[in-house]
């Protein structure tokens, strides 16, 4: 009977020991306030954010005459959550699915990413002519892609095209413009493998005279479901039809669409029936598009040579009518997303270079998070960043023993470097280089130990 009461004893200070749990502290973010916003969305409860694992990308076909590198094994990337806050906002991880990252350095646009919470982006890289493993760089082309996923692994989504975009493609299309995303392709699967590159786009179509299934840009298509790659382009609402005509023709390729928001409101009816009733189509709601005031997208209306002058001109027309844009916003997005809820995601689509500055980046994730508070509760994590985990899956990683020249330290071409290289190329004035041609440009380039400046369109 004493033992017995000494075994009971100490069983009940094991069990009590094991009833003290330690509480961990969290350290807190300083939220900054938001000033001049709605009082219905200050009022919109946070949400707490869990995880949610990566949908793993289906592997695409080898074929005989190309290498493959494989990837490595799949883990779980942890989810972001933002070091901006916002009072009444919605506060939880993103996911870019709309990212024109031409004008960008990758360091500085991946500090914007962190500080805002953004996971994971699918980015529309601009890659032009053949790839060559011997002239990677940093600051371009798939160098650039190639050089940002060895440095953050899982987070990028790489789409692609040409480098060249706007109603000046339209004279290429047909086999000549399919003839350059297959080139592309093929000469990037060689150096990265089948499974780095996973879609094209942006298709910029909304710039194009043709239908939008005219057999031309179906060629692309074709050339991406051969693939196995996502497809994104921008339809206008003129062409809505053409849209479900292209999905019905593709049910195993997945397509991704933005348009600006008077071809949304005038496309709303036909563009939620067609996405209720066909699994393969996804909606970008980006934050250019979102940034709408006056019938301009002011992301792109305010571009100009003068970038201060640029940064100055948003900022001030942002923080005076932050209010009116936001409540628009909601009203122009929240009938889609409350009929389509698992069909609606979130971009930035910004691509000029100015509003890659944090002064205006972050002012355009801002609004962006309090139009998805704007939304049902139990819909804002969706659009923030679950419905495109779920479709496009986690970032490629890249091999780490493919050499890409760090740029970092060069000085841009000037112009005398730029001409001695095209001359010694035999490059023509046109945006349309020969493999031989291209290759040439680059090793000269590399040679003279230069970045090349690249023309972005203004406005």
Known sequence: MKKLGVLFLIVLVIASYGCVVQEETEEKVPSPLVEDVPKEIVEAPETIQDQQPAKEIEEIAETEEETIIEDAPKEEFQILNPVLKYQ???????????????????????????????????????????????????????????????????????????????????????????????????????????????GFGEVETQEWQVR??????????????????????HPVASKIDDVEKIIEAYPGTTFLIHMYREDLDKSMTKLIKILKEHDNLYFSMDAAHILFVDGDDIIYAYDSKDKQSSIRKFISTYDIKEKSLINNAIKAYKPLVDAVPDKVMW?????????????????????????????????QEAIGYKNALRVFGEGVKADPTIKVLDTKSWKECTTSQMDDCDDSCGVPDTD????????????????????EVLEMDIN
């Not at 975009?165 to 995303?181: A, I, K, S």
């Not at 840009?217 to 050339?223: F, S």
């Open 347 to 379: 971009g930035t689509e910004i691509g000029p270079e100015y509003a890659f500055d944090p002064k205006v980046f972050d002012r355009a994730v801002k609004a962006s998070r309090f139009v998805i508070a704007g939304f049902d509760l139990k819909h």
């Open 432 to 451: 349309v280089l020969t493999s031989e041609q291209d290759s040439c440009f680059q090793g000269c380039i590399i040679d003279k130990q230069c970045r």
């Open 88 to 198: 009444g906002a919605y506060n939880g991880p993103l996911y870019g699915t709309s990212e024109q990252v031409g004008s960008a350095s990758m360091d500085s646009y991946f500090e914007n990413l962190d500080k805002n919470g953004i996971t994971f982006f699918i980015g529309m890289f601009g890659i032009s002519g053949e790839p060559n493993a011997d002239t990677l760089t940093s600051d371009q082309g798939l160098g650039e892609v190639i050089a940002a996923a060895q440095k953050h692994p899982s987070r990028i989504i790489p789409f692609f095209n040409p480098g060249i975009g706007g109603e000046e493609v339209e004279q290429y299309l047909g086999e000549e413009l399919t003839g350059m995303y297959r080139n592309t392709l093929s000469a990037s699967q060689k150096i990265v493998g089948k499974n780095f590159i996973r």
């Open 212 to 233: 939008h299934n005219d057999q031309r840009i179906v060629q692309l298509i074709n050339l991406a479901q051969s693939n196995k790659l996502h497809f994104m382009f």
